[in-house]
Every structure is written in C-alpha cells, then in structure tokens.
C-alpha cells in the first residue's frame, strides 16, 4: 500500500524557518518525481515546488521567490521542503504528492501537515 | 486568483446529476492534460480523473471526465451523500511553466 506521511509542521513566527518532512512506503520512492501543494485557510490547491527521482530536476512557484527549497534522500524514502523567510500567507495545509507513471497528475497524497505563520 | 476557473459551489439532490467546469486557456487546459481531484477536508486528496476523462482504478464509472477546447468538465451522476467534497480540477501551464489548480468546488448533496 502506497503511503506518504509529512511530518515537521507548527507554529513559527513571521521571518522564521521550518523544515517539513514526507516519508514514503510501498512503492520505489526513487522512481518517482514527488510535488509539493499547500492549501492555504479557505482556499484551493497551490502547486510549490517538484523534484525529479534523481533529484537532477527541480521547480518552484514563482510566488516563493527562493525562499523554498526542495531535496529528497532516495536510502530513506523521504522528500523535504526547507522553507526560510516564512510570511503570514504561507500558513496552509502542505501536501506531498506523487507524480503518477503517466506524469500528467498525482496519484498518491499525504494527509498534509499544517503550517501557522503567526507572531 | 487561480489561473483555472471552477465555480465556487454546485448542489444537486441524491441520486441526481451535477456538472463542474473548469474553464483555462490554450496554455494549459487547451494543449495539456487534464485532472480531477476530490478532497474531504482533512484529508488527503484523491486522483479521480487523469488525462481528461480516465479513471483510476476503483474509481466508479458515476465520475467522468471530458474535455472541449480550453474547458474540462466533471460529471458525477447518482449522486450520494458520500461524494460531499471539494473538487478541484488541474494541468500543467506551458506558459507559466507552472502546475496549476482551480479554486475548488464545493459540492453539496441535498
């Protein structure tokens, strides 16, 4: 069974970092390029940040002006989003997210850990 | 401001049918494929459609996909109280060299 589990979320004030964690189960992680996508309170899905299998090909959202920064250790099945300079409108659910084989979508979700950007 | 344009909110009693559109542009709806995603708060999301109207395994034939120009459209039929969630559409933005998502529709169940 395929499962993503985030961890690393809580409060941190304005100006802060916070370093967000998924580890991944029952499927070879190092096949796979993985997502990012938060949800802000009461609001829609927004794309963050991808990473390759390898790690050799990266993308951001261009709202997060190199504040974010996305790696993955493929020995331990785990992907993470360092983020620095946090702002009050990053406060949100953040999910990890497989890229399917096709490539066009995600076809496995994290349940999201939460991210409160407060002073 | 999402770059893909649902409705905020659709409703429709038991049993009956609704429609959700996502309406984009030839950057990415037009030239791209299209996703549906359905998602109960606190929840992880779920790949309902992939490449404009397939279905993932266990997804029931009640859900279909369908794509004209540069809109998609959601259809579930016999509605169930059960399929309550937001639902989002999504596609690759070749001009924002962007993932992107609609804003979500609330579907309600009467």
């Known amino acids: 069974e395929v499962q993503l589990v985030e961890s690393g979320g809580g409060l941190v004030k304005p100006g802060g970092s916070l370093r967000l964690s998924c580890v991944a189960s029952?499927?070879?992680?190092?096949?796979?390029?993985m997502n990012w996508v938060r949800q802000a309170p009461g609001k829609g899905l927004e794309w963050v940040s991808s990473?390759?299998?390898?790690?050799?090909?990266?993308m951001y959202a261009d709202s997060l002006k190199g504040r974010f920064t996305i790696s993955r250790d493929n020995a331990k099945n785990s992907l993470s989003l360092q983020m620095n300079s946090l702002r009050a409108e990053d406060t949100a659910v953040y999910y990890c997210?497989?890229?399917?084989?096709?490539?066009?979508?995600?076809?496995?979700w994290g349940q999201g850990v939460l991210v409160t950007v407060s002073s | 401001q999402s770059v893909l344009t649902q409705p905020p909110s659709v409703s429709a009693a038991p049993g009956q049918k609704v429609t959700v559109s996502c309406s984009g542009g030839?950057?990415?709806?037009?030239?791209?494929?299209v996703s549906w995603y359905q998602h109960f708060p606190g929840t992880a999301p779920k790949l309902i459609i992939y490449?404009?109207?397939k279905r993932p395994s266990g997804i029931p034939d009640r859900f279909s996909g369908s794509r004209s120009g540069t809109s998609a459209t959601l259809v579930i039929t016999g509605l169930q109280t059960g399929d309550e969630a937001d639902y989002y559409c999504?596609?690759?933005?070749?001009?924002?060299?962007?993932?992107?998502f609609g804003g979500g529709t609330k579907l309600t169940v009467l």
């Open positions: 997210a497989r890229d399917s084989v096709r490539g066009y979508d995600w076809d496995y």
């Open positions: 029952g499927f070879v992680f190092s096949s796979y390029t």
């Open positions: 990473m390759s299998s390898t790690g050799s090909f990266v």
């Open positions: 030839s950057s990415n709806i037009g030239n791209n494929y």
């Open positions: 490449e404009n109207y």
């Open positions: 999504g596609t690759w933005d070749s001009s924002l060299s962007a993932w992107v």
